[in-house]
């Protein structure tokens, strides 16, 4: 998989918040993206996603532009900024119901995903009553649950105790070592240092080499 | 979660309203003023429209990101949702129509029942209602974040305006509307020209949903 993006600028009711973006993002890598609170890495990775439409410019998957035609690019997996469920239900059955869509993971497999990450799939806890590292973890679960060839992953250590940041950096390690493609960004150094072979800088909406 | 407990309290206290008045009706001695007291536009302002924007509102709240760029286009989803939201209009419609007939059968001999009247008026608040909810998903998808944030809140509000104010202002000020209607006095218009009107405004609201729908920033 390939990603290009071409001249990428956006404006969000006349402020600009990213400006003449052009980068390239290929499979078999994992890519930071780093700079300050506001500097527009989380919109950068929405317009990859394809959560927003940008003002000018464009974004490539495989030479085919995101459009309306094609709206989101195929077998993506992401996080992006704070987790979205629904509080009323289980962990489970979050994953569960979003699994429903596209019928490639079955219960058993998510049930094993949630053992891996140290979470109870038996637990009648509702997401109401998760802590932020619980949802994060089902958060981070739903993004890879699919074994999605491209992962958009918003600060994915958030709030992450220090043995599940060190076993997520092993999963995507071996991710890249799959061939497939992963994004990311963290505001810790030390997590770009360990996994990522591409790291960019953002400031004010500009990529800064 | 602060407007759900909105919409709740909005709910629970037309509810009220809405009981106590099909309680006064029950006093009425006979099948005829039941049936004119339920069809009461106040129980269709104030207990139907709040109640239906509360499911509405529920089922609004599944559209998440995870979900939707699963289902891989933002036109799909919001068609699959809207799709919800009418069926869910059509059960909710039933229900409310199986205890209007219910409930006179307890009271009133069954011939006495003005059956066919009650059922006559079901096509009628079923568009009403289905405009209703494609104007909640419209106002949701709007780029105004306080038009989004309270777009359940004013999909209730824009029919007790049009019912309360407008349509009652020019009532009073002698042009009264007996042919025509903006969008929801449509269902208190005798006569079959009510039933193009409201599909056409039901028609436009998709047309417009469509087209927001294929541009709209989820941030
Ligand atoms: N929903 C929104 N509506 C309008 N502007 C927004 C919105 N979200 C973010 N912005 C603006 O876009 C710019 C970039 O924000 P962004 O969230 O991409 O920053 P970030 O680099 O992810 O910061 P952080 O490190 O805090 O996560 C900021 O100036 C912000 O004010
Ligand atoms: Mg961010």
């Given at each position: 998989m390939k990603i290009k993006v071409e001249h990428l600028t956006k404006k969000i009711r006349g402020t600009m918040v990213l400006e003449d973006i052009n980068l390239e993002f290929s499979s078999g890598h994992i890519y930071?993206?780093?700079?300050?609170?506001?500097?527009?890495?989380?919109?950068?990775?929405r317009a990859i996603a394809g959560l927003i439409q940008p003002t000018d410019g464009k974004v490539l998957i495989d030479d085919q532009e995101l459009n309306h035609r094609l709206t989101f690019p195929p077998d993506m997996g992401m996080i992006i900024e704070k987790p979205?469920?629904?509080?009323?239900?289980?962990?489970l059955e979050n994953l569960k119901l979003l699994a429903d869509i596209k019928h490639v993971v079955s219960v058993d497999e998510i049930r094993s995903y949630m053992?891996?990450?140290?979470?109870?799939?038996?637990?009648k806890k509702t997401m109401r009553k998760y802590s932020l590292g619980m949802k994060q973890k089902i958060a981070i679960i739903q993004a890879?649950?699919?074994?999605?060839?491209?992962?958009i992953l918003d600060e994915p250590f958030n709030a992450l105790d220090e043995?599940?940041?060190?076993?997520l950096y092993e999963i995507f390690r071996g991710f890249r070592d799959e061939g497939r493609l992963l994004i990311l960004t963290s505001h810790h150094a030390e997590d770009i240092e360990q996994l990522c072979d591409n790291v960019c800088f953002m400031e004010n909406g500009k990529v800064k080499r | 979660m602060k407007r759900d407990c909105l919409i709740l309290g909005c709910v629970i206290v037309f509810g009220i309203l809405a009981i106590q008045g099909s309680l006064l009706s029950f006093s009425s001695s006979e099948a005829f003023f039941y049936m004119n007291s339920v069809d009461y536009d106040k129980v269709f302002l104030f207990f139907i429209i709040p109640a239906h924007i509360f499911g509405i509102a529920w089922i609004d709240k599944y559209i998440l990101y995870p979900l939707v760029i699963r289902i891989g286009n933002r036109r799909k989803s919001m068609l699959i949702s809207c799709v919800w939201k009418w069926c869910f209009t059509f059960l909710f419609l039933c229900i409310w129509y199986s205890f209007l007939i219910l409930l006179p059968t307890i009271k009133f001999p069954i011939r006495?029942?003005?059956l066919f009247q009650i059922v006559e008026n079901f096509p009628r608040y079923f568009m009403a209602l289905l405009i209703s909810a494609n104007l909640?998903?419209?106002?949701?998808?709007?780029?105004?974040?306080?038009?989004?944030s309270m777009a359940h809140f004013i999909a209730v509000l824009i029919p007790l305006i049009e019912m309360n104010g407008i349509r009652r202002a020019l009532t009073l000020s002698g042009y009264g509307l007996h042919k025509f209607g903006f969008l929801y006095s449509w269902v208190y218009i005798k006569g079959n020209q009510v039933y193009p009107a409201l599909l056409v405004i039901f028609a436009l609201t998709i047309v417009y949903l469509?087209?927001?729908s294929a541009k709209r920033d989820m941030l």
């Amino acid at each position: 998989m390939k990603i290009k993006v071409e001249h990428l600028t956006k404006k969000i009711r006349g402020t600009m918040v990213l400006e003449d973006i052009n980068l390239e993002f290929s499979s078999g890598h994992i890519y930071g993206i780093v700079g300050k609170n506001g500097s527009g890495k989380t919109m950068l990775l929405r317009a990859i996603a394809g959560l927003i439409q940008p003002t000018d410019g464009k974004v490539l998957i495989d030479d085919q532009e995101l459009n309306h035609r094609l709206t989101f690019p195929p077998d993506m997996g992401m996080i992006i900024e704070k987790p979205e469920f629904l509080n009323h239900l289980t962990g489970l059955e979050n994953l569960k119901l979003l699994a429903d869509i596209k019928h490639v993971v079955s219960v058993d497999e998510i049930r094993s995903y949630m053992e891996q990450f140290d979470l109870d799939p038996n637990s009648k806890k509702t997401m109401r009553k998760y802590s932020l590292g619980m949802k994060q973890k089902i958060a981070i679960i739903q993004a890879i649950m699919e074994k999605q060839q491209l992962l958009i992953l918003d600060e994915p250590f958030n709030a992450l105790d220090e043995a599940t940041v060190e076993m997520l950096y092993e999963i995507f390690r071996g991710f890249r070592d799959e061939g497939r493609l992963l994004i990311l960004t963290s505001h810790h150094a030390e997590d770009i240092e360990q996994l990522c072979d591409n790291v960019c800088f953002m400031e004010n909406g500009k990529v800064k080499r | 979660m602060k407007r759900d407990c909105l919409i709740l309290g909005c709910v629970i206290v037309f509810g009220i309203l809405a009981i106590q008045g099909s309680l006064l009706s029950f006093s009425s001695s006979e099948a005829f003023f039941y049936m004119n007291s339920v069809d009461y536009d106040k129980v269709f302002l104030f207990f139907i429209i709040p109640a239906h924007i509360f499911g509405i509102a529920w089922i609004d709240k599944y559209i998440l990101y995870p979900l939707v760029i699963r289902i891989g286009n933002r036109r799909k989803s919001m068609l699959i949702s809207c799709v919800w939201k009418w069926c869910f209009t059509f059960l909710f419609l039933c229900i409310w129509y199986s205890f209007l007939i219910l409930l006179p059968t307890i009271k009133f001999p069954i011939r006495e029942t003005p059956l066919f009247q009650i059922v006559e008026n079901f096509p009628r608040y079923f568009m009403a209602l289905l405009i209703s909810a494609n104007l909640a998903t419209i106002f949701k998808h709007s780029k105004v974040p306080a038009v989004s944030s309270m777009a359940h809140f004013i999909a209730v509000l824009i029919p007790l305006i049009e019912m309360n104010g407008i349509r009652r202002a020019l009532t009073l000020s002698g042009y009264g509307l007996h042919k025509f209607g903006f969008l929801y006095s449509w269902v208190y218009i005798k006569g079959n020209q009510v039933y193009p009107a409201l599909l056409v405004i039901f028609a436009l609201t998709i047309v417009y949903l469509f087209r927001i729908s294929a541009k709209r920033d989820m941030l």
